[in-house]
């Protein structure tokens, strides 16, 4: 029998009982409630240090806000734990009406504002747009119209191309949306109405 994990990474069976799953989400507050009674430690990779929440299936990174510390805090959790899959977890921006606040949603699909590069995981349904920055309501509309996109984040598409550089064959991305009608803003916890 051939495990999920081996015909997507190539890892032999024995290897994958101590392999974790890897999530990345940008602040500690986004994913408290999930890792609050996981253990917490901090290691150092590439000459920073990252705080790290671990339990028998899954660690977790904070990497920080933006596409620059969500790409070294991937990079940084797949060379330390060698994990047999990859995860951008976290909140996000509805640009879909039929998204409400609180709505967690599967995204297929994350493509980088910045160069229009997309990636495709292997599980979802929904696209997901990158932005450089907080997004309000009206770059909020010109982000679904000209991506064709349900939600905006500032992270997932640069921990997609982290692992796409690792050549780690499986990511997916799962995400907390905002209402539309709501700016998105990392410094707030629950967002700002417009």
Known sequence: MTLFTERLNGFRPMDTHRRKIALVAALEREVW????????????FDGRQFRFFENARAVLVCSGIGAEAARRATEAIIRLYQPVAVESV??????????????????KRVIDAKDGS?????????TLVSSEST?????????????????VDMESAAVARAAQRRSFSHWTFSTLCFASSMVVAKSSSIGEKQ
């Open 118 to 126: 997309t990636a495709e995981a292997p599980i979802g349904y929904w």
């Open 33 to 44: 409630p999930l890792v609050k009674h996981w253990s917490a430690s901090e290691r150092e």
């Open 90 to 107: 976290g909140f996000a921006g509805a640009l879909d009406s039929r998204l409400e606040v609180g709505t967690v949603i599967g995204v």
């Open 135 to 151: 997004a309000g309501v009206e770059q909020k509309k010109k982000l679904a119209l000209a991506y064709g996109a349900h939600a």
